[in-house]
């Protein structure tokens, strides 16, 4: 019987969820009842919620399987093309759908000239069909824009070649940045104002265990092979030696890689990023690293400010790498790294290659691929649903802050500072709406055909803008297509940035679903986004967005013994055979637990609002799902666990603990409800059970 049941849920759900997509072009073009429309959402919302649970699961011994214990059969990640699914995927899928529709299209009336140019950038890319000796040969004309590979040049001579003016000539040209990187942006300590940051390179594989921990060596392994395959494929080279060569690449990069930092130390960007002189850094480094002469060619001119030498260990191991490394090896490497960021790998179809395109057009262009979507796809339901959240949580988090009682552990005068940070704070819809994006464009004219050539004026375009910044005010950070996927607190702002794709509706919200829906999900992220103020790193930032400590010391010790708990809570917990790492930084699990907690309360002073008024007891009518027999705040804690519904492919689970600062979903809700008190009263969980301990981690 329970099967069939199953089966039944599932077709329900697959019909409802059809029309559901359906809706908004029926909407659009006709006069359908609004209230017939309400209902039918409501009733595949609830097939959708129904279709994910197994509620043959104990909600008390483990909810994340209650919420979510049907998720990976209907929606699993079962090839290396598809290594995850969960709610950001969705959403970046259907972003997605809504680009491809818009890069394929014809220009209209709503595009912009730089609508055009991004369109064109797309199209010269899916026109990449395959690597034939014209594409090899434009990547060897921008090698021999700075000298000779010794892989593809028999006569190379050691004696003509000088890594770090090469390096720095490349950053000059294309602001790509090898071995050593030379970057302006915001001063961390006064935001006012740009200064150059001299550090470490980017790191495709991103963190120290990933390049030195024996468990991820088979990532490592796929890195080295791709390496493998792009010098074969795009610069000719004979196989075996092509093996040979990125295994060399490889062991040069693991040994850069021992410089980087161990993120589970919880070190803060006060400890990472040291203010400094070029003459400072020139006497610390200057015996093997020429950092002034590296500055000079990377910026064109010389810096008599300061400057933040960033991660100083990075620093120190690179002259020992350098001094151990062969010249041959280092070259290879430095133009490997340079033709990487022109290679486009062909997909076999057309949609591949419309897919890996997209990704490639975000890269350089997510503002206005953002922009682009906002301007078609914006609605006023959307604004007005932010809009309520974000009031509401900022009200009842102040009322916390308030509070003696809540946080008696911080001290008066630490609160009110708090509060001044909290009425700073702002929360803005990444959408780009009032930013001029044609200055980015300025002098850029991208073509139909040749990716490669719409790559290199791009980035001579970037970096010129780079540079100049040292001499112009500062700007909104831009984080690239990182903020065109999640919620994110940008602390040196004081500004909560809410990705366009989150706006999509009938994901996370629509104007029918219940408030407890719209808490449980949209609120507990952005709840999220605003703890992250005031986690072990966010704290360290004043309501202006530059570092400064304004928590007196008792508080500190007692948000740092806080903090343990987490951290000893989150240590025992098992992913797939892997235990958590033990890490002293708990920023994402402090945000987590906060997040939930404030979510819910601002639900309950909005529900309690709303039982004031005639209209608003009408609205708590409707707080319900049909077909659902749970309360509201049992729906508020069903929707928050399926956020985090995800399924992940065996290969990526070492993956996931050693690259994520974010526990993997699963452990996201278990440890957040585990923690609080008022879950375990909805579910009526036991003390002792696994999702109500006796001993529970709590700071805000």
Known sequence: ???????????????????????????????????????????????????????????????????????????????????????????TDGLNRKVRRILNSESDEDDTEEDVQVRNFYRSCVAVRDVDSHYQQKLKDLIAEFGKMPALTPDWQETEFDWLETVGRIAYRYAIPIILSVEVTKDFANNEINVAYIGQQDFPLETRSMYLDNNTAIYRHNYQHNMAKKLQNFLGLPRQKSVQLASELMDFEVELARGLINMSEGLHLTDIAQLSTIAEMQQSYGAVLDVERLVNISLGEQIKGN??????????????????????????????????????????????????????????????????????????????????????????????????????????????????????????????????LTEDFAGLRLQ????????????????????????????PLDAGDVLSYTPANILVENVIKVPVSLLQPYYLWAASYPNAIKFGTLGALI?????????DAGRKFDARGNINDWWDEQSADNFETRQRCFSEQYRTYVYHG???????????????????????????????????????????????????????????????????CNDAHTSTHNLQISVD???????????????????AKEFQCAAGTRMNPLKKCKIY
């Open 1 to 91: 019987m329970g099967k069939l049941r199953l089966r039944i849920n599932d077709n329900l759900w697959l019909m409802l969820y059809g029309l559901l997509l359906l809706l908004p072009h029926l909407i659009g073009s006709s006069k359908l009842d609004i209230g017939y429309v309400d209902d039918v959402m409501q009733q595949a919302k609830a097939a959708e919620i129904a279709s994910f649970m197994n509620e043959s699961v104990d909600p008390c011994e483990n909810f994340y399987e209650f919420a979510c214990g049907n998720w990976a059969r209907i929606n699993p990640a079962t090839t290396l093309n598809k290594i995850s699914t969960g709610l950001f995927e969705r959403l």
């Open 307 to 436: 400057v933040y030498d960033f991660n100083p260990q990075y620093q120190q191991n690179l002259m020992n790498v350098i001094s151990s490394t062969p010249k041959r090896a280092i070259a290879n490497y430095i133009f490997f790294r340079l033709i990487n960021e022109f290679i486009m790998e062909p997909g076999k179809t057309l949609a591949k290659r419309q897919e890996k395109c997209i990704t490639r057009t975000k890269q350089h262009f997510s503002k206005n691929l953002d922009n682009m979507i906002f301007r078609r796809y914006n609605n006023n339901d959307t604004a007005a649903d932010i809009d309520l959240i974000w009031h509401q949580l900022k009200s009842t988090f102040e009322q916390t802050l308030q509070s003696d009682e809540s946080l008696d552990w911080i001290s008066r005068q630490t609160r009110e500072t708090a509060i001044e940070k909290l009425a700073a704070m702002k929360l803005e819809v990444n959408s780009y709406a009032n930013e001029n």
């Open 448 to 475: 139909r055909e040749d990716y490669v050539e719409n790559v290199r004026q791009t980035l001579i375009l970037a970096s010129m803008q780079s540079r100049e910044q040292l001499h112009k005010p500062v700007k």
């Open 527 to 535: 709840g999220h986004e605003l703890i992250h103020g005031f986690d």
């Open 578 to 644: 892997i235990r958590l790492p033990k890490a002293k930084s708990q920023s994402e699990n402090i945000a987590d637990n906060g997040g939930l907690r404030l979510a819910y309360a601002a639900y309950r002073n909005l529900q309690s609002a709303l039982d004031a008024t005639v209209g608003g007891r009408r609205q708590l009518l409707k707080e319900k799902l049909p077909t659902l027999n749970y309360t509201n705040m049992q729906l508020f804690f069903i929707s928050f666990a399926q956020v985090w």
């Open 661 to 679: 600062q974010h526990v993997p979903g699963e452990l996201r809700v278990i440890g957040t409800l585990s923690n609080f008190e008022e879950f």
